[in-house]
């Protein structure tokens, strides 16, 4: 990836924001858009999540990270502090590769 797309993805985005300033200014959004832009970023780290877990390059591989996220979700379920969920799921991940 090169600096000048990099460069353009960022003045895009911030293009946006600022549009979405000027269209919306003072005016309150619907309840039902509201809820749904309030979970846009979670499925947005999710999908990131899950791409980088079960794929390399175009493959889709299962490996020692999809246990390590396993765990770390289950860790999550269980309200484990996030320190917690973070070291569970590296912890799996780390003696899935030694195991196998």
């Known amino acids: 990836m090169s600096w000048t797309l990099v460069f353009v993805l960022a003045g895009t985005a911030y293009f946006f924001k600022v549009l979405g300033l000027v ?4 005016r309150t959004l619907p ?6 832009l309030a979970l846009i ?11 980088d877990t079960f794929s390399m ?3 889709l ?10 765990a770390a979700a289950l860790a999550a379920w269980r309200k484990v502090p996030l320190i917690g969920v973070i ?3 590296a912890a799996v991940t ?3 590769r030694a195991v196998g």
């Open 31 to 36: 309840p039902m858009l509201s809820r749904c």
């Open 61 to 70: 591989v299962i490996d020692a990270r999809a246990a390590g996220v396993a």
């Open 94 to 96: 780390a003696v899935v």
């Open 41 to 51: 970023p979670a499925a947005l780290l999710a999908a990131i999540v899950v791409k």
């Open 57 to 59: 390059g175009r493959h």
């Open 23 to 26: 269209v919306v200014g003072d």
């Open 87 to 89: 070291v569970i799921g």
